[in-house]
């Protein structure tokens, strides 16, 4: 294949085509994004401690309230599983429905509750999933999407889904995979699921 | 063939942007709107990031647009805010590229959803695989038709680099599009 042939076949390439309306809708929801008030519009970054830490005291205390009514009374210690409190699909859904596409994960820690905003635009809307690690001393939790890189057990990792859910972690040195349950290499014991926000 | 606004009337929508007017922004977005949607799919491979991607470029320019020199063309500015956009965001997917090209093993080669032919995605899936500044620079003289002088400043490198870009992403199309019939258009 010679330089014209190729110019050709790649200029033979055409694009999906959306339809028209499409077209006409776009720059009125570029109009509108530009038009809504800036505490409305994608995080910046000088704006996001203030609305951070209102996110951290909101989700502190719907945690508070779920945990009066779900552990009656039993102490929570800085490594006590965290599962009774993300697997809870009512805090998550609410949590998710105040910071709509914005929301990269909730984290639960020795160091307590964390939310993870989105600084650059929105989180692609997916199935929330639950990851449980434990690294033999501590044990976090968190709730995220594919696709998003999240730091958790002193590991950067990223989380992906697969269209049969199945969910693999990818981490600087290890791969895990909900479907084979593998990584000997790692000390990490790991629990991944789909979070089905619909039950309660 | 789409009929471009008369440089008057894009000016004026430059300067009514620069005062606040997003109606006026809203025709600029509609001017140019196809031109930065389609170098993002052929950046991302994908519709919906093309999209978000496309939207982060409008939003980016308007609140930069201070600092659009108007002696050069605004699409070529747009052009460069979409490519720079394009290529943080290949960074990050860049770290999934392994495990993607393992799940894509098992998926049967027909015509990927959305594509009006199997030689258009044949063609997308092949940039796909092209390094994201080499896949920039073929982009950017293939399907918006700069010269490697132009891409040079698009993509902030000298203009020698931009011809070996293009150079090596060649080598690599022809080895993946082989087979591919190649009747002059």
């Known amino acids: 294949m010679n330089r014209s042939e190729l110019e050709s076949i790649l200029k033979k390439a055409r694009l999906p085509q959306p339809p028209e309306e499409f077209w006409e809708e776009f720059p009125q929801q570029v109009a509108r994004q530009l038009n809504r008030p800036a505490t409305e519009t994608t995080r910046s970054r000088r704006n996001w401690v203030p609305r951070f830490a209102w996110a951290t005291v909101t989700a502190v205390c719907m945690v508070m309230a779920f945990a009066a009514g779900h552990w009656r009374g039993s102490v929570v210690t800085p490594a006590a599983p965290a599962q009774d409190i993300l697997a809870n699909a009512k805090l998550v859904r609410e949590t998710l429905a105040m910071f709509p596409n914005q929301v990269r994960a909730i984290v639960e820690d020795n160091h307590g509750l964390h939310l993870v905003l989105s600084q650059n635009g929105a989180v692609p809307t997916s199935p929330p999933l639950y990851v449980r690690v434990s690294d033999g001393k501590t044990t976090s939790s968190l709730v995220t999407f594919s696709g998003q890189e999240i730091q958790i057990a002193g590991q950067k990792m990223t989380v992906l889904a697969d269209a049969q859910g199945g969910i693999i972690l990818m981490g600087n040195d290890f791969v895990w995979s909900s479907d084979e349950k593998t990584d000997s290499d790692s000390h990490l014991k790991i629990e991944a699921k789909s979070l089905n926000l619909a039950a309660l | ?185």
């Open chain 2, 1 to 185: 063939m789409a009929r471009m606004a008369p440089p008057d009337d894009e000016r004026n929508w430059i300067q009514n942007s620069l005062a606040g007017d997003t109606e006026a922004f809203a025709a600029l977005v509609k001017e140019h709107q196809k031109m930065v949607i389609a170098l993002a799919f052929r950046m991302t491979g994908s519709w919906a990031d093309a999209e978000d991607l496309a939207q982060e470029t409008f939003l980016r320019a308007f609140r930069q647009l201070n600092s659009f020199r108007a002696e050069s063309k605004l699409s070529t500015w747009l052009c460069q805010i979409a490519v720079n956009l394009s290529l943080n965001w290949r960074a990050r997917e860049s770290r999934r590229g392994e495990v993607h090209s393992t799940w894509s093993e098992n998926v049967i080669t027909e015509t990927p959803a959305g594509f009006p032919d199997a030689l258009s995605g044949r063609v997308q899936s092949a940039l796909d695989k092209l390094p994201p500044k080499q896949r920039a620079a073929m982009v950017l003289t293939v399907y918006e038709n700069h010269n490697h002088a132009e891409a040079a400043k698009i993509l902030n490198c000298s203009e020698a680099t931009v011809s070996w870009r293009v150079f090596a992403a060649r080598q690599k199309l022809k080895r993946l599009l082989k087979g591919i019939s190649h009747e002059p258009l």
